[in-house]
T-cell receptor, first 113, second 113 residues
Framework: QQQVKQSPQSLIVQKGGISIINCAYE??????FPWYQQFPGKGPALLIAIRPDVSEKKEGRFTISFNKSAKQFSLHIMDSQPGDSATYFC????????????WGLGTSLAVNP | NAGVTQTPKFRVLKTGQSMTLLCAQDMNHEYMYWYRQDPGMGLRLIHYSVGEGTTAKGEVPDGYNVSRLKKQNFLLGLESAAPSQTSVYFC????????????FGPGTRLTVT
């Protein structure tokens, strides 16, 4: 049973466009929602994270929007660049689960120049 | 400060052979994790450790064993390799405090023939 559902599986965006990746979760005990970025041949790296007490967090061109009632959160990449081409994973965790991350299946983003 | 390192980077095994993957971190992190990554299946947790001398099963532990004799090292063992264990293996470390960030190593690509 997958507790974090991520969509779309793949995404193609033109340079300068907005990339949007969505995730939905089931466990209301989750209290931390990170996004990880993975380039080919590398390990994932934390990109941005949010806690459920805020509805939005922005870091540069990357924004997380969080809807607690709908149990959904999304990553928006503004002014997408070819260097943003990577696989993006959403995840969720809770203190009661030893901070283990429950991962989405990933979204492969390609930004065309 | 090397972060998280993994040894080896690549390995080819024959069915039934055994091997040990080594993960080392120099960030004094309490928590360490072993994941496997397969196409379309995201990151799946094999085993994890919340401290020196402790280990616990993750989502897909069968066929693997782990040990954490020293805080900085986390070993993943395959006693009798099977083709189904062909994958990219990632080690990660983290702390239960603060940003809860998991820091990943560069991965080990294992092929079992």
């Amino acid at each position: 049973q997958q507790q974090v559902k991520q969509s779309p599986q793949s995404l193609i965006v033109q340079k300068g466009g907005i990339s949007i990746i969505n995730c939905a979760y089931e466990n209301t005990a989750f209290d931390y929602f990170p996004w990880y970025q993975q380039f080919p041949g590398k390990g994932p790296a934390l990109l941005i994270a949010i806690r459920p007490d805020v509805s939005e967090k922005k870091e540069g061109r990357f924004t997380i929007s969080f809807n607690k009632s709908a149990k959904q959160f999304s990553l928006h990449i503004m002014d997408s660049q070819p260097g943003d081409s990577a696989t993006y994973f959403c995840a969720a965790s809770s203190a009661g689960n030893n901070r283990k991350l429950i991962w989405g299946l990933g979204t492969s983003l390609a930004v065309n120049p | 400060n090397a972060g998280v390192t993994q040894t080896p980077k690549f390995r080819v095994l024959k069915t039934g052979q055994s091997m040990t993957l080594l993960c080392a971190q120099d960030m004094n992190h309490e928590y360490m994790y072993w994941y496997r990554q397969d196409p379309g299946m995201g990151l799946r947790l094999i085993h994890y450790s919340v401290g020196e001398g402790t280990t616990a099963k993750g989502e897909v532990p069968d066929g693997y064993n782990v040990s954490r004799l020293k805080k900085q090292n986390f070993l993943l063992g395959l006693e009798s390799a099977a083709p189904s264990q062909t994958s990219v293996y990632f080690c990660a470390s983290g702390t239960p405090m603060g940003r809860y960030e998991q820091y990943f190593g560069p991965g080990t690509r294992l092929t079992v023939t």
